[in-house]
């Protein structure tokens, strides 16, 4: 059996970036940027989803209850209607909106949609991958989730 | 000039637990490149460092390396061009590290062999008995071009953040040389690749991060070749394209 | 085909999610006033108004079938392997059908539960 001691420099051996390589996108092009936003928001978007379907089972009493139950839901809303509970909301309605305006960049670009067919190229070479109308879609997603911000914070705030 | 602080990683797995920074001391020259500058360091002052370069002229794709934290060849890198008088180089990430600065690519070429990254003719006689050239348009050649270019320097995959987790990706570079192949008009091979990207850390592990495409010293553009594959990928057949397959000699009716 | 058929199945729920969200949160606080919206009142009315209740089981199960597919491709790619891959794979679906088996339980007992 290997000691943490033999893992750890067989893990230094092999390199891989890791996770970070998921995480740290300084240094690198916009799209990738993109990227580890998109990956963040999905899955704050699952787990804050898994929460809305545990608290919105108490508008019927909960895991135990039978029916639509307005003590229950009081009860809920007690705790999910206030300061924080708000800003999450504002947050996620944020992160929702990014994730599904860049999601649509995604779907395009992964149909080929939307690139310039490959051609000859010329020094300096500007990959066409990395221009076209994908990255004003990334700016678009970012400007609509900051609209999406203030329009929930003053909803939920106003 | 300047005197320049070149920081090398130093790590020899057999020997050493952990990676550690050594300093070397080297005198500008105009025009120099991070390439001679660790070549100086290695000729003059400690022999045994690691690193592995041939053409020097950014054709051979064996210098690819970390330059302050950016993946770049070193032979195409001009100190100049960094903006600074200390430049730290590393190994490229995520291919293993023989020494130093030497990493070992035998997996990325095993996966570049995997996508089938030649001419594939399904008639045994044509190839035993060429009978004529394959005529191939200009514009048809100019829709591959640019990812001919590659020189197999693994800085695409060095930077790819699906290779920095999965080892069983196969990687921008095998994925855009697939392009490559599938969308020559002389390739019968489409069926045979389109099995082997539709497979699990296939052509849909790419999340389009495109810094393969940000760090590729010839201008391939993998991740340009990635998405237009996807299409044909999900499209389950090969792309159609005028003329299908090898041409005949041009006025010749087949 | 399973890869493609899997990411057309992503794009097809992002679609669908797109639009079902897109409504889901103008109908709980821009068409209807947030504190309207979440009232106890008006969500019944909600859940017992057939095409708002049907669109909300379909937005469950659109947006978990995404969201643990999503979940799936990020655990394949952080470790290798066939158990955990296995794990990985079973896992999600397992979890996804808990989740939406669970929320659908919500709506079933908002339309035919006993109010109290």
């Known amino acids: 059996m290997e000691d943490a001691g033999e893992m750890k420099a067989k893990a230094r051996a092999a390199n891989k970036r890791g996770v970070m390589g998921w995480l740290n996108p300084i240094h690198y092009n916009l799209e990738r940027w993109a990227y580890v936003f998109q990956?963040?928001?999905g899955v704050v978007i699952l787990l804050y989803v898994l929460g809305h379907i545990g608290d919105t089972s108490f508008f019927v009493g909960g895991p135990l209850g039978t029916g639509p139950s307005q003590a229950s839901w009081a009860f809920m809303s007690s705790i999910v209607e206030n300061v924080v509970g708000h800003l999450i909301l504002v947050l996620v309605a944020t992160v929702?909106?990014?994730?599904?305006?860049?999601?649509?960049r995604l779907?395009?670009?992964?149909y080929g949609l939307i690139f310039e067919k490959?051609?000859?190229?010329e020094y300096p070479y500007r990959a066409k991958g990395l221009r076209a109308i994908q990255r004003h879609m990334i700016w678009a997603a970012i400007i609509l989730a900051i609209v999406a911000a203030l329009w929930s914070g003053s909803i939920l705030f106003g | 000039m300047a005197e320049l602080r070149l920081r090398i990683q130093r790590f020899n797995p057999t020997t050493d637990s952990k990676p550690r920074f050594e300093e070397f001391t080297v005198q500008q020259k105009e025009g120099m490149t991070v390439l001679d500058a660790i070549l100086q360091a290695r000729d003059y002052v400690d022999h045994s460092i690691g690193v592995r370069f041939s053409c020097r002229m950014a054709s051979c794709g064996s210098c690819g390396m970390k330059i302050n934290g950016h993946p770049k060849l070193a032979c195409y890198t001009q100190i100049r061009e960094l903006g600074t008088d200390t430049v730290t180089v590393q190994p490229m990430d995520n291919f293993p590290i023989i020494r130093d600065l030497a990493t070992d690519l035998a997996g990325f070429f095993e996966k570049h062999r995997e996508v089938i990254p030649h001419i594939v003719r399904s008639d045994e006689q044509e190839m035993d008995n060429p009978a004529r050239e394959f005529v191939m348009s200009p514009e048809e050649l100019e829709s591959i071009l640019q990812f001919t270019y590659c020189i197999k320097c693994g800085l695409c995959t060095s930077s790819c953040p699906t290779s920095a987790t999965d080892s069983l990706y196969l990687g921008p570079q095998a994925l855009a040389q697939a392009y490559r192949y599938t969308m020559d008009v002389r390739d019968e091979g489409g069926q045979e690749r389109m099995k082997i990207l539709d497979e699990a850390h296939g052509v849909f592990n790419c999340h389009y991060a495109g810094t393969c495409s940000a760090v590729c010293p010839k201008g391939v553009d993998p991740a340009l070749g990635i998405q237009l594959l996807k299409r044909h990928v999900m499209s389950a057949k090969p792309p159609r394209r005028k003329g299908e397959g090898a041409k005949l000699w041009v006025g010749e009716k087949k | 085909m399973r890869e493609t058929r899997l990411m057309q199945l992503q794009y097809a729920t992002a679609l669908l999610a797109l639009v079902l969200v897109g409504l889901h949160l103008l109908m709980q606080g821009v068409l209807v006033p947030y504190g309207v919206a979440v009232s106890f009142q008006q969500l019944l009315l909600t859940y017992r108004n057939w095409v708002d209740g049907s669109l909300l089981e379909i937005l469950l199960i659109v947006v978990l079938a995404h969201g643990f597919n999503?979940?799936?491709?990020?655990?394949v790619e952080w470790k290798q392997g066939k158990r955990w891959t296995s794990l990985a794979n079973w896992g999600c679906l397992a979890l996804a059908l808990i989740s939406i088996a669970y929320g659908t339980r919500t709506v079933i007992l908002a339309v035919f539960g006993s109010a109290s």
Do not use: Q
């Open chain 1, 96 to 104: 929702v909106v990014f994730h599904g305006m860049n999601g649509i």
């Open chain 1, 107 to 110: 779907i395009l670009s992964e």
């Open chain 1, 39 to 41: 990956r963040v928001t």
């Open chain 3, 70 to 75: 999503g979940a799936r491709t990020i655990l």
């Open chain 1, 118 to 121: 490959p051609s000859r190229i």
